[in-house]
C-alpha cells in the first residue's frame, strides 16, 4: 500500500539530487564549502532533521541566491517538516520558480533542460495528488523521454509514478511496458543509469540495506502486475504473478486484497470472501499516513461480491458500510484543516486520495436498481453524474431510474411471465345501471411535475430523455477513433488492488492485442468496442421508449429506425426495435409501414446479449467458464421464448388491423398468438382485444364473459391481443415498451 506515499519517496531523491548539483562552476575552496553544506543538509534531511536541513540550504542561498534549486529543495523540506501538509504552499512555489526559470514541460527539447526535471517531477506528485492524472501523465512521459541521465532512484520513482498514472487512467499495457523496464533497471544494477549515486555508495550503512530495498521493490513491481493482468482479465498471466506476490509480501493487506480480487474475477466469490476476512486490516497503519482507508475498501469489496453473487440486499448493506467507514474518515480528516482558505491544506498531501463517496454512491445506485428501488438509486447516481459527467453508461442507469420509477414492472415480468394486473378497475352501481371502469394500461408519466423544467433532476420521462440524449452524445460517432481520458478513477485500483468498482460488465471481456479503449467510463472501466456496440443499442431503446412515453412519435421511429441499423444488435433489442417503431407508426397513421415492423418473422432470438461469437481471444480463455460456474442467477424478463415474443408481434399485429377495421385478420392474429403461448401468459391487453372483437361482433354477453372471468373462453379457442406492447423490463439493460392505445381507433 505504498504507493500514496511513492511520491513523498521520490521527493527524498529530489532533495538529495538537487542540493548535490551546486557546486559545480565554483571555485575550489568555495566549492569544498558548499559541498559541505550541501552534504551536510542532505544527511540533516534523510535523518528527519528538517530544521537544521532548512538552516544549511539558508546558508547554501546567501552564496548562491539566484539558484532556483535550492529554492525548490527548502520547499520541499518546509514541507516536510510541517508532515506534507502544506500542499497548496508547495504548489504556489512550484509555480513562482516554473515562472522563474521560463520554462514549461512542453519546451524540454534535448539534455539541456533535464536539469528542471526535479521541478517537474514534483509537480506531477502534486497533480497526481489532486487526481488531474492526464495532466501527470503529460509530464511524466515527457521526463520519461529523457531518463538516461537520472540517476537509478529517480528514475525508478519516475516509472513508478507513471506505472501508478496508467493504471488509474485504465491504461494497463502501458503499465506493463514500463514495470518491464524497472525489472530491467534493477536487475542492471545502478550504474546502468546516469550518474552514479555515490551519495549512496558513500554511505556504508545503507549497503547492508539494498538487498531489501531490491526486494522491496519487486514485491511491488509483482503487485502492479497484478492489477495491470487484473484489469486486462488475462486470468492466466494474473495467476502467476499472484504467486509471486504471495511469496514476497506474504499474507499482508494488499496481498491477500489482490489474491482476492483475482478469485472475483475467476468467479471463486466464496473463496474471494474467505480472503478478505483472513485480511488483518487492523495492522493497517492507517488513512493519515497511507491516504488509504481499507475499512472503507474491504466494505466495498465484500459489496462488489455480494452483488455479483446476486444477493442484491446483502450487497447494498456492505456498501452502505463502507460509505458509513469513508463519511468517518472524511469527518477526521476535517478535523485535521485549520486554514479554510487554502483547500489542499492542513491535512497530508496522501489524504487527498482518501474520500471515494462518489465511487461508493455510484455502486449504491447500480445496486439500488437492481433491487427495484429505482428512486433511492436515482439519488445515489444524480449525486455520482456531478463527478463522473463524461461516463454515458452513468446517464444512461439514470435513464432507467426515472423509467422504472414512472412504470413499476412487476415482480411477474422479470420471472419472463407477462402482468397479471387486471383489466376491471371498478364497478359503478347495480342491476340494469351496473357499469364496468377498464384499467387504463398505458403507462403513466408518475413523477412528471406540471410547470417545473425537464431539466431539474426529478425522475420524470422529460428527464429521462434528458439523460438518454447527454449519453449517446458522449459515445463518438467514429468508433474507430480512440479517446484519451481525462481523469479516470477508480476505487478498485488503489494500491491494495480492490476488486472492481461497478460490476454490472464487470465479465465484459478480456482485452487482447489492437482492443482499444473507445470510451472512458469513470468510475468503472472505460467501454471497449462490444461494449460500446452494446451500449448505443441500450441507449437508442430507451431513447425510442421514452419519446414514445412523451408523445414524440417522430423522434420514437428515428431512434427505432437507428436502433435497428446497428449491425450488432442482440435479439431483445431487435424485438423492441420493431415494436418501438411499429407503435410510432401507427400513432403516426402509418398502418401498413407498421404492419412490416409487426411480422412476426422478424423476431429470430431473444437473447438479452450479442451472440458471443465474438468472444475475445485473448490469453485466458477461462474466464466465460468461470463465470458460467459461479452461480450466478440472469434475470428473465417479458417475454423470455422466441414463441412469446412472436404471440406478442401476433396481438400486436391483430391491433394494427382493428384499426383498419379488417377484423377477420385480426381474429386470425389473435387465434395465432393463442395458440402460441400457454393461456396463463396471455397479457390483460390481448384479453380487452378479445373483448374489443366481440363487441365488434355483436356479442355483448360473450365480451362480458371475458371480462369476468379475465380469461379467454374456451369457446373463442385462445383468442387474444390488442397487446399494447407489453414490454421487456430487463434487468436494467432494456426498458419496458408502452402498450399500444389503440382499441377504441376506427
Known sequence: MGVMSEPCAASNGDQN???????????????????????????????????????????????????????????????????????????QTLNLLKNQVHSTVEEMDGLDDVENSMLYYNQAIILYHLRQYTEAISIGEKLYQFIEPFEEKFAQALCFLLVDLYLLTYQPEKALLLLAVLEKMISQGSNKNGKSNEAYKDAANQKADAGGLVEATKSKIHQCKVRAYVQMKSLKACKREIK???????????????KSNFEYLRGNYRKAVKLLNSANITDHPGFLSTGECIRCMFWNNLGCIHFAMGKHNLGIFYFKKALQENDAACVQLAGTSTD???????????????????ELLHNCGIQLLHIGRPLAAFECLMEAVQVYHSNPRLWLRLAECCIAANKGTSEQETRGLPSKKGIVQSILGQGYHQKIVLASQSMQNTVYNDGQSSAIPVASMEFAAICLRNALLLLPEDQQETKKDNGLRNFNQSSSGETSNENTEACSGKPHEGDKFLVPGPPSSPLRKEELDNLRCSILAGSAYVALALGDNLMALNHAENLLQQTKLSGSLKFLGHLYAAESLISLDRISDAITHLNPENITDVFLG????????????????????????????????????????????????????????????????????????????GILLAVYLELQNGNTQLALQIIKRNQLLPSLKALSSDVKKKSVFQSIQTVQPPPFNTVQRK
Not at 340 to 358: A, E, H, V
Not at 616 to 641: A, F, T, V
Open 17 to 91: 539530487t538537487d542540493v548535490k548539483t551546486e557546486s559545480n562552476s565554483l571555485s575550489s575552496g568555495v566549492a569544498d564549502h558548499v559541498k559541505e553544506l550541501a552534504n551536510n543538509a542532505y544527511q540533516a534531511y534523510t535523518a528527519g532533521q528538517f530544521d537544521t536541513c532548512l538552516q544549511y540550504l539558508g546558508h547554501l542561498q546567501e552564496l548562491n541566491k539566484d539558484d532556483y534549486k535550492i529554492s525548490l529543495n527548502k520547499a520541499v523540506a518546509e514541507f516536510y517538516k510541517n508532515g506534507q501538509t502544506l500542499t497548496d504552499t508547495l504548489r
Open 244 to 258: 509471486s506476490v504471495m511469496n514476497t509480501a506474504g499474507n499482508s493487506a494488499p496481498s491477500l486484497f489482490l
Open 340 to 358: 479554510q482558505g487554502k483547500k489542499f491544506s492542513g491535512r497530508p498531501m496522501s489524504t487527498l486520495l482518501t474520500n471515494k463517496r462518489y
Open 610 to 685: 450479442v451472440s458471443s461469437n465474438e468472444q475475445d481471444q485473448g490469453s485466458d480463455r477461462g474466464e466465460s467458464e468461470q463465470m458460467e460456474n459461479s452461480g450466478k442467477q440472469i434475470l428473465q424478463c417479458y417475454p423470455n421464448s422466441v414463441s412469446s415474443a412472436c404471440a406478442m408481434m401476433l396481438f400486436n399485429l391483430g391491433s394494427a388491423y382493428c384499426l383498419r377495421s379488417e377484423y377477420d385478420k385480426a381474429r386470425k392474429c389473435l387465434h395465432q398468438a393463442a395458440s402460441m403461448v400457454n393461456p396463463k401468459e396471455i397479457p390483460p391487453e
